[in-house]
């Protein structure tokens, strides 16, 4: 039993599973498009599934029961998020993207003790430090309360799987409205069915049709998105302090920041890392300092 690092592959006899790369089996951590592979067999989370069958009309009929010595846990990246643990003569886990912070209805990554650690490090650079997601949170209603009472309507930039979710949740209570992208719909569609309401959010196109958007409202939409309204703009994301051009930018992300990647490798404390996905030559870098044998893919 091995972990192939070109192919980022665990090999075991005659079981090839590849990490969000295409293998005789395929684990698919999540359901974003970054890490989506949709052909050959397939094992993911129920709610990946789900999601990729409404996002890019994934065929479940490929997907597989768990092979034997293999576990999957909440990495608590967006719904259905999972890492992966092996057992066999060595243990080895693959954390794909994770969150070590609780957000609202998402939980937190318990990260196992493993012999071998393949981690992401999305934000694997000691400048990279961001708030306790509650703070942020709070901060964020606070301001947009703000602008909604000075008669400012809000659009809230967030991608469109994960963050808008949690924002819509966020959101829900304000007193005033709150309106959706259309690419929203199907997701939340998906995360009600396991158990986190969001059905009741109607399209900002919906809204101007009845003419729904008379009073100062909340837009939650894709980056990009263009609109032909005046609003105070609000960006978030865990890249914050490195993007421009809206009136505030909220540090909420659905990673775990540089202590966060530190603290779980601890954790862990395998014999081996390796480090893939974002800042991965620094990050290897700095696990090196700190005494780890890592290097990365």
Do not use: C
Not at 32 to 55: N, S
Not at 82 to 97: P, R, V
Not at 220 to 241: L, Q, V
Request: aromatic fraction near 12%.
């Amino acid at each position: 039993m091995y972990f192939d690092k070109e192919n980022e592959t665990i090999v075991d006899g005659k079981i090839k599973i590849g990490m969000d790369h295409k293998a005789d089996i395929t684990f698919v951590s999540h359901a974003h498009a970054d890490h989506k592979i949709m052909e050959g067999k397939i094992i993911a989370t129920p709610e990946t599934v789900e999601l990729m069958k409404a996002r890019y009309n994934f065929d479940p009929k490929n997907v597989i029961d768990l092979p034997k010595n293999v576990k999957l846990l909440d990495a608590g990246h967006i719904l259905g998020s999972a890492a992966l643990l092996y057992e066999g003569d060595q243990t080895i886990l693959y954390t794909g993207d994770f969150s070590d912070r609780k957000r609202l209805f998402m939980n937190k990554f318990f990260p196992k003790k493993a012999d071998i650690l393949i981690m992401e490090s999305t934000f694997g650079r000691e400048d990279y430090v961001l708030p306790e997601p509650e703070e942020v949170m709070i901060s964020s209603l606070d301001w947009i309360n703000k602008q909604l009472n000075k008669g400012n309507n809000v659009v809230a930039y967030a991608y469109s799987l994960g963050k808008s979710q949690l924002l819509a949740k966020l959101f829900e209570d304000l007193e005033h409205p709150v309106f959706v992208h259309g690419s929203m719909l199907k997701m939340n569609s998906v995360y009600s069915r396991f158990g986190i309401d969001l059905n009741g959010f109607m399209t900002f196109r919906e809204a101007r049709k009845h003419n729904f958007d008379k009073k100062p409202f909340v837009f939650i939409t894709p980056p990009r998105t263009k609109i032909d309204f005046k609003a105070k703009r609000a960006f978030f994301s865990g890249w914050a302090k490195d993007i421009v051009g809206h009136d505030v930018t909220f540090p909420l992300s659905d990673h775990a920041d540089f202590p966060g990647l530190i603290e779980t490798a601890e954790k862990v404390n395998p014999e081996k890392i390796y480090v893939t996905h974002g800042f991965n030559k620094e990050f290897a870098k700095e696990l090196v300092k700190r005494g780890f044998d890592a290097e990365p893919i």
